[in-house]
């Protein structure tokens, strides 16, 4: 996989045309959610380059991150002309940056695209690395292929206008990431002031962040050994996700992974010796601003066989990141379901269920 150009824009208007200059095309399109077309969208016009761009316009949420969505900006791009040579820029979050990548790698084979994410999520992670897709089944991401954007362009003002729980639903892959990587980066994380937002030093660490997953995929970008670590909190987190679709109460991604990051920090301290005063302050600060996602023990089967189709996974042994410490990374972890089960009771013990 080639190296993925990532821009901190200083100048979206600019930085855009210079990221289509490089990627000649024969027609344009731009996918944005709805919320994205009303917010986003009128930053964009400025922009000369994207006077004669198509516009596609599809449903918010994950609840549309599927198949249906996907064939119906397939037959846009069918019906409006788009060939191998046409180039799409994603404007949204996650959702848009995966199920656009998707359809944009898959559409005759594959055409150029450029990410321009509007949520925190998708600032650190979603938009970057080449990870895209659609849930399937109830699965999370359960299609889709490795396929990186020509150019990711990281316009944090944006997220001005994002609400507060998307704002911490993007915070808990930061939070990931400060895990992953070093301590003053986790302490940093964990002494911001969520309640009155500094956008200037949000967006230094908007910086880093991307920082770290950058520097991950980098090394690893099929996800065959240390690419792995992105995957904390998520190997529980997405059956909690998947629990929660099921269940019909979805629950945001990143608070999905905030709750898988309390239980896979407790395998962490148990196999891996995670220290128990650092697993307590992110847990504090997890209960502090996540709230709980609430289930009883008659359910941990079932979260267990939602656990079992993790990617990660070999032969059906479910496969773990843990950490030894912070940024002192174990991949490749396996555990017997006893202490799986154990977990979740540990989980539901900490969250007061
Ligand atoms: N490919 C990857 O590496 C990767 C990494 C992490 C997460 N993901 C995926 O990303 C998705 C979650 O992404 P997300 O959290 O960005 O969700 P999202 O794309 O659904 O966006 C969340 C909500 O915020 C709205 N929104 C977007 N930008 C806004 C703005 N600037 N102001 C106000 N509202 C705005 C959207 O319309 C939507 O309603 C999940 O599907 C997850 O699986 C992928
Ligand atoms: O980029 C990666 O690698 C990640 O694992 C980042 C995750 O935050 C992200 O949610 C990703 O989509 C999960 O991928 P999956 O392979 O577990 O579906
Ligand atoms: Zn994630």
Redesign the pocket.
Known sequence: MSKQEVILCKNLELSLGQAIEKCPYDRLFILT????HR??MPQMKEVSYLKDAIEITIG???I??TLETLASVWQVLSDKGATRHSLLINL???????LG?FAAATFKRGFSYINV??????MV?????????I?FNGL??EIGVFAPANSVLIETE??????TQ?FF??YA?MLKHGLISNTSHWTELLNFNTESIDYNYLKQLVGQSVQV?ENIVEQDPFEHGIRKA?NLGHTVGHAF?SLALAENRPV???YA?AWGIVCELYLSHLKAGFPKDKMRQTIQFIKENYGIFAFDCKQYEQLYAFMLHDKKNKAGIINFTLLKDIGDISINQTTDKDLIFEMFDFYRECMGI
């Open positions: 959610d709805e919320h994205t917010l986003c918010a949420g994950d549309h991150k949204g979050g996650g959702m848009i940056t995966d990548g994410p509007t949520t925190l999520l998708a992670d979603a938009s970057v690395g080449g990870k895209t897709g849930n999370k991401n944006f997220l001005r206008s994002l609400d998307n639903s993007g892959e997953k992105l996700e945001l991604h990143g992974v």
